[in-house]
């Protein structure tokens, strides 16, 4: 038997059981399981199967018997903003009610009613965004009171997964900052905030930092297994993990997928005016920084079209027809429209109509429109970056699997004439590894983790033609 660390990563379309091997210096990494992640639609809201997506987790596990690997610890994280609520019992009484879910229509605004949009931010440091858990709880006080009521305890996703693994609760850091419910400067739950909403404070657990035993297998786990191992928090956030692994030190990043999360790593919160009109967010980081980044639409909408074409084309397919198209529109890719539509090709035409642009009717075009598109908002996010750190940066390094994207990386690297370098692909999972390697000691610091990555992984370059 080979002995292992589990790193589970839960996106909104897969989720990975992946073991990772610490060798000379290197790490290295293998799948040992993959399975599907959707939203589904339930009686009344869009929701995530948190109970298929456990048990997804345990048949990972098992594979790791078959492979000979022996798990010594095993950390989860998944995409940031939702929850469950669990009743004094400990046993869940919500939906993992999923964020695109429109029960937080109108939402900001009846929060804002109680706070200022300027004080809101000073406290938390954290952007706008309609799904945000403060607004999702806000929904549930409006038209759920009975089971927010009944609730005890709060757990984010990765959270209620460690639970299940572990019969620990916490609520982990990096995660818990998505909420908008915690204090930047104290990385506590900011409790006359949440008084002030008149939500239940009790309910949230003190905030546990990442990089931290929770604890060990349950007993029932133990025996279904036939072994033990540690139940370790990662940066439970995916894009904390990712944030992780970038591999240069002082770069601005995109961490790739469903989202582009752009931006760049500081010490301190930046929660100025101006940061708030360009609406970064300033969420926690693994090791005590800030991860200073806007969310920018990201990879969503491709995979929103080629869902609607019943998946006829594949990503690196679609990414061959953009190259071979001409159409010169442009959308605006953080128009709140874009987030949830019925049909992704229907919107994107009606935008193109309502500007007076050219509509995109074929696979190849929509392609174009959206690459087009989304280097356009990444060459703005450069701009407003430097301009609040007030330094100028020389390179931008793409990570995850959205990092395969030669089409996007090019064009970066032509329009903003930096150094675009990508990889490592595998960004979040490494991240999630290196948190657990660094709660047992085997890596000290963020550089030693850094370098290891240099090492281990591919991490391609692509220079700017000149203008
Ligand atoms: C990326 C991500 C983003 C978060 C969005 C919604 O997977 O976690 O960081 O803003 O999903 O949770």
């Known amino acids: 038997m080979q002995k292992c660390t589990l790193a589970v990563d839960i996106g909104a379309s897969s989720g990975r059981v992946i073991a990772g091997f610490l060798k000379d210096g290197k790490l290295i990494l293998e799948e040992v399981h993959r399975f599907k992640n959707e939203?589904?639609?339930?009686?009344s809201h869009l929701y995530w199967d948190v109970d298929l997506l456990f048990k997804e987790i345990v048949s990972g596990i098992k594979k790791c018997n078959t492979l000979k690997f022996l798990p010594q610890s095993i950390g989860i994280d998944t995409w940031a903003v939702d929850f469950v609520l669990l009743d004094k019992?400990?046993?869940?009484?919500?939906?993992?009610?999923?964020?695109?879910?429109n029960r937080t229509d109108g939402m900001m605004e009846e929060v804002l009613r109680h706070i200022k949009k300027e004080e809101l931010y000073e406290r938390t440091?954290?952007?706008?965004?309609?799904?945000?858990?403060i607004y999702q709880l806000y929904s549930m006080k409006l038209h759920e009171k009975k089971v927010l009521d009944e609730a005890k305890y709060f757990l984010m996703i990765p959270d209620y997964l460690h639970y299940r693994l572990s019969g620990i609760l916490v609520n982990e850091y990096t995660n818990a900052t998505s909420t908008q419910l915690v204090k930047a400067d104290e990385r506590q739950?900011?409790?006359?905030?949440?008084?002030?909403?008149?939500?239940?404070?009790?309910?949230?657990?003190?905030?546990?930092e990442p990089c931290v035993t929770i604890g060990r297998l349950t007993e029932s786990l133990k025996k279904e297994l036939g072994f033990d191992m540690e139940v370790i928090a990662p940066g439970t956030h995916d894009t904390a993990s990712a944030v992780v692994s970038v591999p240069a030190e002082d770069s601005i990043y995109i961490s790739s997928g469903t989202w582009s999360l752009m931006g760049v790593e500081n010490d301190q919160a930046i929660n100025s005016e101006e940061a708030l009109l360009y609406n970064f967010t300033n969420e926690g980081g693994v090791g005590g920084n800030f991860r200073f980044l806007k969310n920018i639409m990201g990879l969503w909408m491709i995979q929103e079209v080629k869902r609607v074409l019943n998946d006829s084309h594949s990503h690196e397919e679609l990414v061959e027809l953009a190259k071979g198209a001409t159409i010169p529109s442009i959308v605006n890719v953080n128009?709140?429209?874009?987030?949830?539509?019925k049909n992704m090709i229907e919107e994107i035409q009606v935008y193109c109509k309502e500007t007076n642009q050219v509509i995109p009717e074929t696979p190849?075009?929509?392609?174009?429109?959206?690459?087009?598109?989304?280097?356009?908002?990444?060459?703005?996010?450069i701009n407003q970056i430097e301009r609040l750190s007030n330094k100028k940066y020389e390179s931008i390094n793409i990570i995850g699997g959205g990092s395969q994207n030669a089409y996007i990386n090019q064009k970066l690297a032509d329009v903003s004439q930096k150094d675009v370098y990508t990889g490592p692909i595998e960004a979040t999972a490494i991240g999630n590894l290196v948190a657990q390697f660094m709660a047992k000691g085997s890596i000290s610091t963020k550089q030693e983790a850094k370098s290891m990555i240099q090492q281990s992984f591919e991490i391609k370059h692509y220079k700017s033609k000149a203008l």
């Not at 939203?39 to 009686?43: A, F, N, P, T, V």
């Not at 019992?89 to 879910?101: F, G, H, L, S």
């Not at 128009?335 to 539509?341: A, E, K, V």
């Not at 075009?365 to 996010?381: C, G, N, P, R």
């Open 189 to 208: 739950w900011d409790e006359e905030l949440i008084t002030r909403l008149d939500l239940n404070p009790s309910m949230f657990l003190p905030i546990t």
């Open 39 to 43: 939203m589904k639609q339930g009686e």
């Open 364 to 381: 190849g075009e929509l392609a174009k429109v959206i690459f087009d598109s989304l280097v356009k908002s990444y060459h703005e996010t």
């Open 89 to 101: 019992n400990k046993q869940r009484i919500t939906d993992a009610v999923a964020y695109r879910d």
């Open 335 to 341: 128009d709140d429209r874009f987030l949830s539509p």
């Open 125 to 133: 440091g954290i952007q706008y965004q309609k799904f945000n858990t």
